[in-house]
């Protein structure tokens, strides 16, 4: 059984500092992963992919992925209180486009 | 480019009753996969379509079916509905021609209410 791990929260961060967001998995084949955003009531947003070991930035946004260690996270800067939503770490193994999703942490951004 | 489309936006129908939900992928995609969404499961997936062959199936009783169509768009269809099937049923499409980096965008999904 495949397992996607996130903490729910909420994360409570103060406007301007960075959210880290953090996501382990447990199939060691998987090879794809991506963050989306959730806000109340809405569909999910992709923000990032990352399918190689390492930092990945596009703009305020970085994701950190360690397949030795099964981790990958989400870095927000200059967090803003628009980015206040449930984000959710996706992983594929690739068999086909079947996403395994973690419960979603929800972040909190505080003006 | 044109969005993921879901029709209908809302649904309420009564246990034991079907209900055919309808996806329309971005243009250019092949690959359409359909999520279930609710507060104590989270998403789980429950079906992906890649012209028009189903390609990989969730562990999701057989009242939940599928099928694609040749230009692409997909529908999912629920029988026999439960209280359970209450949810936000989610539509991804994506191009299905590298699952190696192939990324899903969802629609705005179908929140489907059993009574």
């Known amino acids: 059984q495949k397992e996607v791990e996130q903490n729910s929260g909420p994360l409570s961060v103060p406007e301007g500092a960075i959210a880290s967001l953090n996501c382990t998995y447990s199939?060691?084949?998987?090879?794809?992963f991506f963050w989306y955003r959730q806000y109340s009531g809405k569909s999910p947003e992709l923000i990032m992919s990352?399918?190689?070991?390492g930092d990945k930035e596009d703009g305020r946004f970085t994701a950190q992925l360690n397949k030795a260690s099964q981790y990958v996270s989400l870095l927000i800067r200059d967090s803003q209180p628009s980015d206040s939503a449930t984000y959710l770490c996706a992983v594929n193994d690739n068999a086909g486009n079947m996403l395994t999703f973690g419960g979603g942490t929800r972040l909190m951004v505080k003006p | 480019k044109a969005g993921v489309t879901q029709t209908p936006r809302y649904l309420i129908k009564t246990r034991g009753q079907q209900v055919t939900l309808s996806c329309s992928p971005i243009?250019?995609?092949?690959?359409v996969s359909w999520y279930q969404q609710t507060p104590g499961q989270g998403l789980q997936f429950l079906f992906e379509?890649?012209?028009?062959?189903?390609?990989n199936k969730g562990n999701f009783p057989g009242r939940f079916s599928g099928r694609q169509f040749s230009n692409s768009r997909s529908e999912m269809n629920v029988s026999t509905l439960e209280l359970g099937d209450s949810a936000l049923y989610l539509c991804?499409?994506?191009?299905?021609?590298?699952?190696?980096?192939?990324?899903?965008?969802f629609g705005p999904g179908t929140r489907l209410t059993v009574l």
């Open positions: 990352i399918y190689s070991n």
């Open positions: 379509y890649f012209s028009e062959t189903q390609r």
């Open positions: 243009s250019g995609h092949r690959s």
């Open positions: 991804a499409s994506s191009s299905g021609a590298d699952t190696d980096t192939d990324t899903q965008y």
């Open positions: 199939d060691r084949v998987s090879q794809s």
